[in-house]
């Protein structure tokens, strides 16, 4: 990895900071601390601008106006913040009580009995003392515990709005709705990812919210909604995916780390937990039980208070829950890998008047600020001290290009008397501007694994050259004389899968699907095995590869190359002309493909283009019409499939994505829109139908131990906002299933035929309620729960990709077992993997035995810790999906810092007083664009129409309403260019392809309504001097520039 990687943190001694704090003299009276103050009373004169501490001590922070990316609902934004009537400005006094002046009783909430402390009044910060605390303490696990069997308290995981760092969700799981925590005193240090206890407020204290048709719906950041690759995973996880990232994880009779540490030397994610057998709670059969009694009171108790909960939201649909935070009960791993610059001007320039001045007193300053990239962070202090040797000799010599150094931090305290977290630098990645640099400091904020892989798992690949024994071409059906192919993107080395169909003499088919028998070779508990849980997933970063497993098995031995012997996992369906499943077979094989097709060829033999030569190189007997006539059948099978799958429930919501051209040095030159085919169709439908055949066959061998993943439905109220908006715009939606659902967006897409642009800004909203699939294991959740919503399926999982994704080979496992136990039972027939699944005999004495001795024999996990795999699995495919949406923002910032500016159209999503929401078509990105306080315009809001006119104004500006920090120039908002000097052609020479041809110029003054199209020029802003970003600002042309 590119970069310094220093020493680790040293342990943190609040002792010392207290007695150095009781020795300063107060500067103001105690009665009455001024902002100063409360900045020096935790940092002691450390370089805190006011701004910077007003950020996080406002009295009463507001709420944001509204996250447009992650609801279509307000269309005007109101002075009094919009979607919000009469709402009581809640807050907490430092004593912890619940203060609101919209509501005239003072409200002190229920605490438990005990704080973990012998004083039973150290948990109200102190007010009047020199130590003041500015949180109340976090609970005890037992005080939490026993809230939670009381029903009082609920666990969620804590995220915040990135459009405003005071306005946090919890999703708590079960409840159709989030829970705002708004404040800082009510975040109590929690931090984005933590896993937190929280109280709810009471219903009196909730504020109103304002929906369309009267519904209300708590506005969810717009990270935590569901990217439409990440509903849709058919046309990410299924159709082959060579081109995207998924990340890390870790099983197998293994407790996986849940906050898996750095590994300082390579940058990469390192098992930092010692691995546990689950002893007696081993897989035992097909009545295996997920038991965990510890627990019970915990789930009862949790129920019941989600039984409340529910009920107080039954009791004020109008209105948000609120709440406030009293434990911290898992940190999130991104405490450890925080990514931002520090702030060193003020430092250097006041050594410098140190010096001049001829000062004798020792110059002494205790930390610098260090301001996050991510804006979901709070900003940190960092020990002066404590700063790495090579900063401070910079410092020394005064270089302030030490604040364009990309740098990472781990949080190491945050008391209750700081209103900042310390932090300590583990990192120094590069300069901000560098590329390099922002993938690396990805990759650290993300745990990617990025360093090579261990001789000892290299040691568990057999050695090259390699022939597969033939005592196991003999244990295994022979399919190497069979038309066999793979389809692939044209770059891909890592071939998971293969296609073949026959044509029965009934005129039926037989259709196989083939995957890499990867568990040939990555055996359980193995270092390879440990090496691939740690990784979970190959991470694919645009234009280069993370692989989950050893090049030399993932794109050699183990891949399913053309012209050599292969072992893998087939599955054959006999399908009528109608697309029933007649029947089926499932086993391990040996093949041997005859070619390597890409989607490009495979389209071009649906389209019938086979003129051209530039048909793969065949292996084998098989001729060029054998593939073409074998490729046809398959496409349409697989049409017959899709329809029936859409007609039985499933959801369409995927979009074209924008992707980037690189130059033979890495870097972007171009980027294009990225349209699914009938090729990739073909593909996924056949890797769905394997998919849920191997859920069908291991959930019902293994009912309480097999790894499926599910999609919950979508947030009820998210989604009936999404109804109201569209019903606003004449749009017919209904959303009472998953098949009505598709039906009313596909009658839209008909209607919006002529406007793809805001079908496709319908689409993306339309994703915005649902919640993200899940792994999980099915010994948790009940039979009913396991559905996969978008998809449509009752049951479904990940089979068909084990190169690349841990969890698959963990099915494969399950799937081994499940044909061994068939083996032992010596049935006629295949009574756990046909087409009928033989209850009586699995439940049998017999049946019960074999499932557990073939459990045993190949290591198949408990169901506890096989739910702490899941869990681990979707904390890296989360980490994945922010890694891969950060990759392409890096390279979209490169492409526009190397083009300086594109003119071109975006579409208004939201509207109001203070900034618009928009949509960028060309770089299918949302951004905002703020006017309000801004110098020499004047925004005039027609709250009657819901229309915003910006004029120019001449006149000169007086009384600003408010700071001239706050205040904005007119090149920060509006590039203007005058009437005489506006030559586009030769700006289009300058600016090259990113240029729209056809973009004019608005003029003032500008009229902009919903949904109406304005001329926009977005920038690249940051990099050396902040966070990445793209800045739109409106495109005018006016004489008076």
């Known amino acids: ?32 601390p001024s902002v100063s103050e409360v900045a020096c009373g935790s940092v002691d004169e450390t370089l805190v601008e006011a701004s910077d501490i007003l950020e996080v001590v406002e009295q009463n922070p507001k709420q944001s106006n509204v996250d447009f990316n992650s609801v279509p609902t307000p269309i005007q934004l109101t002075q009094n913040n919009g979607n919000m009537q009469d709402k009581p400005v809640l807050q907490y006094d430092l004593a912890g009580n619940v203060v609101s002046k919209a509501c005239p009783e003072t409200t002190i909430p229920d605490e438990p009995s005990s704080y973990g402390s012998s004083n039973k009044d150290s948990h109200i910060p102190h007010q009047g003392s020199r130590h003041r605390s500015y949180f109340y303490p976090h609970w005890s696990k037992e005080a939490v515990d026993e809230a939670i069997v009381k029903g009082n308290v609920y666990t969620a995981l804590f995220r915040v709005n990135m459009h405003n760092r005071l306005e946090a969700y919890c999703k708590i799981d079960g409840v159709p709705v989030d829970v705002l925590i708004n404040g800082i005193i009510s975040q109590n240090r929690a931090v984005e990812g933590d896993t937190v206890a929280i109280k709810i407020d009471p219903v009196s204290l909730w504020p109103k919210i304002k929906g369309p048709a009267g519904v209300s719906t708590p506005i969810a950041p717009s990270e935590d909604c569901n990217s439409v690759s990440e509903i849709c995973e058919f046309a990410t996880d299924n159709c082959k995916g060579k081109n995207k990232i998924e990340v890390n994880n870790e099983y197998v009779n293994i407790v996986p780390p849940k906050n898996p540490s750095y590994d300082a030397n390579n940058g990469s994610c390192l098992q930092s937990l010692p691995m546990s057998d689950c002893g007696s709670n081993s897989v035992s059969g097909y009545n295996t039980l997920a038991s965990n009694t510890s627990n019970h009171h915990n789930q009862n108790g949790a129920i019941c208070g989600k039984e409340k909960l529910f009920s107080m939201i039954s009791s004020s649909p109008n209105k948000r829950p609120t709440g406030r935070v009293v434990a911290i009960t898992e940190m999130s791993s991104r405490r450890d890998a925080v990514v931002g610059f520090l702030n060193v001007k003020q430092l250097v320039s006041t050594k410098e008047n140190y010096k001049r001045e001829g000062r004798k007193k020792k110059f002494t300053r205790e930390f610098i600020m260090f301001t996050p990239t991510d804006l979901k962070f709070p900003k940190m202090t960092i020990r002066v001290r404590d700063l790495p040797e090579c900063i401070k000799r910079r410092l020394d010599e005064g270089d302030l290009t030490v604040d364009m150094e990309l740098v990472g931090v781990c949080v190491t305290d945050w008391g209750e008397d700081d209103y900042l977290p310390q932090a300590y630098i583990t990192h120094i990645f590069g300069k901000g501007g560098d590329i390099e640099a922002q993938i690396a400091a990805i990759s650290f904020e993300n745990s990617i694994r990025s360093s090579e892989f261990s001789p000892e798992s290299l040691l568990c690949i057999p050695q090259v050259p390699w022939k597969i024994p033939d005592d196991e071409i003999r244990r295994r059906a022979d399919l190497r004389e069979m038309c066999i192919f793979t389809i692939d993107p044209s770059s891909a080395t890592d071939l998971d899968d293969a296609l073949s169909v026959l044509t029965l003499p009934d005129g039926n088919f037989r259709v196989s699907v083939h995957i890499a028998d990867v568990s040939y070779f990555v055996l359980p508990d193995t270092a390879l095995d440990i090496e691939a849980q740690v990784r979970t997933t190959s991470v694919y970063l645009l234009h280069g590869k993370l692989p989950m497993l050893p090049p030399l098995l993932s794109d050699g031995l183990g891949s399913l190359n053309p012209g050599v012997d292969r072992l893998c996992f087939s599955i054959f369906w006999d399908i009528n002309l109608s697309g029933e499943i007649m029947n089926r077979w499932i086993g391990r094989s040996v093949i041997k493909s005859c070619c390597k097709l890409s989607y490009e060829n495979v389209q071009n033999m649906i389209d019938g283009n086979l003129d051209d030569g530039w048909f793969p190189e065949l292996h084998g007997q098989f001729q060029k019409s054998d593939i073409v006539e074998s490729v046809k059948i398959l496409q349409k099978i697989s049409m017959i499939f899709r329809d029936k799958r859409f007609n039985d429930g499933a959801l369409h919501l995927d979009s074209s994505k924008l992707t980037f051209l690189f130059d033979d040095n890495g870097a972007p030159y171009d980027s294009v829109f990225y349209e699914r085919t009938e090729s990739h169709i073909l593909v996924e439908e056949f890797m769905l139908l394997a998919n849920r055949t191997v859920a069908e066959i291991i959930s019902k061998a293994y009912p309480n131990c097999a790894l499926l993943r599910r999609h919950p439905d979508p947030d009820v109220r998210k989604l009936r906002e999404f109804e109201g908006y569209c019903a606003k715009h004449g749009l017919a939606l209904d959303a009472s299933s998953s098949r009505s659902l598709h039906c009313s967006l596909e009658q839209i897409r008909e209607k919006l035929k002529n406007d793809s642009v805001l079908f496709n800004i319908l689409l993306s909203h339309a994703s915005k309620p649902m919640q993200p699939a899940k792994y999980f294991c099915t010994g948790d959740l009940k039979e009913n729960e396991w559905g996969h919503y978008a998809l449509g399926f009752p049951f479904y999982t990940h089979f068909t990709s084990p190169l690349r994704r841990y969890p698959d080979i963990l099915v494969h496992r399950t799937l081994l077992a499940t044909l ?14 046909g087409i009928y699944f033989d209850k009586i005999a699995a439940e049998s004495a017999k049946g019960r035995e074999a ?11 408990c169901p506890e810790v096989l739910a702490d795999v899941a869990a681990y699995c979707n904390d890296r495919k989360y980490a994945s999906r922010i890694a891969k949406d950060s990759t392409e923002k890096v390279y979209m910032w490169a492409l526009l810092k190397k083009n300086e500016i594109l003119l071109t159209k975006a579409r208004v999503l939201a509207l109001g007083p203070k900034f618009m929401s928009i949509y960028i078509p060309k770089l299918a990105i949302e951004r905002r664009i703020y006017y309000d306080e801004v110098d020499d315009i004047v925004p005039e809001w027609l709250d009657m129409t819901s229309t915003l006119v910006i004029s120019l104004n001449t006149n000169k500006r007086v009384n600003r309403r408010a700071s001239s920090g706050k205040y904005k120039t007119l090149d920060d908002v509006v590039l203007i260019e005058c009437p005489f000097e506006l030559k586009l052609e030769e700006l289009g020479n300058e600016l090259g392809d990113l240029v729209v041809d056809d973009v004019e110029p608005a003029v003032f003054p500008l009229t902009v309504s919903l949904l109406s199209t304005i001329t926009i020029a977005v920038h690249a802003v940051g990099g050396d001097d902040g966070p990445l970003d793209m800045k739109a600002r409106l495109y005018v042309s006016s004489y008076l520039k």
Do not use: H, W
């Not at 680790?8 to 009455?32: A, E, L």
């Open 1 to 32: 990895m590119k970069g310094i990687v220093l020493q680790q943190p040293p342990t943190v001694d609040r002792d010392d900071d207290k007695d150095k704090k009781k020795k300063r003299k107060p500067r103001r009276s105690k009665q009455n």
């Open 820 to 833: 061994e136990a068939e083996k032992i039972y010596k049935s006629n027939g295949n009574c756990f993997t």
């Open 851 to 861: 499932l557990s001795v073939a459990a045993l024999k190949y290591g198949l996990p």
